[in-house]
């Protein structure tokens, strides 16, 4: 079967629900799949922020300090460090009015990988090119 | 025949979403065709055996312990069950525990996938 490629489409704001912070970590587990895929076989995925899905991917959070839960942030960063592609809708961002530079980056723990700020039309690309769509 | 995976996010009670779910395997693999569902998020917390059915409050037990026998696999997040309490100890016979990248493998040999989102 190759490589199935998938969209996860964040659209609810992290910390509001638990499911904004799944999409990441079901994500992130594509590292690990192969171990249950026959040879040659892959998943590929792109993780994809639009709407209020754009809130609460600030650098700088505390939410281990505060609530003693992992932040999103840490979560992004994992993702980096496993070369996943993110994509964050540079229209939806400039809507909330957060600047594309309050992205976190991974370059502290050696990631090349960084958050791609992407116009939607893109976004859109990467879920017509995806063999399945996950909406969380 | 074709292959569904079901990705299951609601909680058992308080809305209707994890209901449907479940009408909807029932349905798939009735008509022939092979089924999954994967349990995350509050539906992992409806793995716990020896729910009581009270009439106004949906119920999973009965259904998933159906829907086991007639060969749907069902697998829960591992991490998300025991964060609610439930272990393979006090979890329904047959459910299989495992993490996320279940969820991923059974994708890849879907020829659909439904992502029932939760809370």
Known sequence: MGDVKLAFV????????????????????????????????????????????????????????????????????????????????????????????????????????????????????????????LFF | ?????????????????????LKLAEAAVNKGHKVNIWFSGNASGSVKAKQKHLKDYSTGEKHLRALIEKGVEICTCEACSIARGVDKTNAIEGIQWNAMHWYLAKIHASDRVLQIGGE
């Open chain 2, 1 to 21: 025949m074709a292959t569904l995976t079901i990705g299951c996010f609601p909680g058992l009670v308080g809305n209707m979403t994890y209901d449907f779910a």
């Open chain 1, 10 to 133: 964040v659209q609810k704001p992290q910390y509001k629900s638990e499911t904004s912070r799944l999409a990441i970590t079901h994500a992130i587990s594509y590292q690990t799949v192969e171990i249950l895929l026959e040879d040659g076989d892959i998943v590929t995925p792109t993780l994809c922020f639009v709407g209020e899905g754009v809130l609460g991917l600030q650098k700088g959070q505390k939410a281990m300090d505060l609530y003693g839960i992992t932040s999103t942030e840490t979560h992004i960063k994992n993702c980096l460090l496993v070369d996943l592609d993110v994509l964050v809708c540079k229209e939806d961002l400039a809507k909330y009015g957060i600047p594309e530079d309050m992205m976190p980056d991974a370059e502290d723990m050696g990631a090349d990988k960084k958050i791609k700020v992407a116009p939607f039309s893109e976004i859109q690309k990467a879920m017509e090119d995806a063999k399945h769509v």
